[in-house]
């Protein structure tokens, strides 16, 4: 079943969601920081919170951000993404419908598995099977109710999470509540995997995959 309309984010109820600032987005997301600040910009206002210059996104509109992204780096004008968005948002019966599990898209039009149909985005009855974002959506994993719930930032592995529910939604080891930036931070100053590894209790492969992440996105 989709998930039902999510009512507008309060301060209490954003605690669990996650909190994200620019920097955090295009780090986590490993996109081009300018980029980002940019479209950040002009990125549905009424996501955001916080005070000016210190604004932030949540968990949810993360996720709705990378889909965003592409279909802007795709030549996708932001008032036909935001049309789509909307008729979408009205068919899943969500807020967020970029980051529930049935968004398809071919980078030109933009579809929803709802009702077992594919219902085009800009409201017309046409169905069809559009390929997944692959490259990212299978490291998101989604709820009970179809929305984006974690994201596993390194391909092939599930060390590194994502959660919103832990370190306000900064990179975390998985299955720990280790912040990867505090790995990383021992990493630069000398210290080695295996101290890093047996002072945390982790395996030598999640340390390095916590200094990959880091790595990667610098």
């Known amino acids: ?103 398809r898209t071919d980078f030109k039009n933009i579809w929803a598995e709802a009702a077992e149909n594919l219902i085009k985005a800009d409201g017309k009855n046409q169905f069809d099977l559009l390929p997944l974002l692959n490259d990212f959506l299978h490291k998101v994993t989604y709820d009970n109710n179809n929305i984006a719930s974690k994201y596993y930032p390194l391909d092939n592995t599930k060390n590194i999470v994502v959660d919103p529910k832990f370190q306000f939604g900064q990179p975390i080891v998985n299955g720990t509540g280790i912040k990867t930036k505090t790995i990383y931070n021992l990493h630069l100053g000398g210290e080695s995997d295996d101290k890093i590894s047996r002072l945390y209790n982790l395996s030598v492969d999640k340390v390095k995959d916590a200094i990959r992440f880091h790595t990667n996105a610098a």
């Open 1 to 103: 079943m989709p998930g039902k309309v999510a009512k507008k984010p309060t301060e209490t109820s954003r605690i669990g969601e996650g909190i994200y600032l620019t920097p955090d987005v295009a780090y986590i997301l490993n996109l081009p920081y300018q980029q980002v600040y940019q479209l950040m910009k002009g990125f549905w206002q009424s996501y955001k919170f916080g005070g000016k210059g210190n604004q932030a996104i949540n968990f949810y509109a993360l996720i709705e951000f990378f889909i965003y992204f592409q279909l802007r780096k795709n030549k996708m004008s932001s008032q036909k993404i935001k049309t789509f968005h909307a008729n979408l948002s009205k068919s899943l019966r969500t807020r967020y419908p970029f980051a529930h599990h049935s968004i």
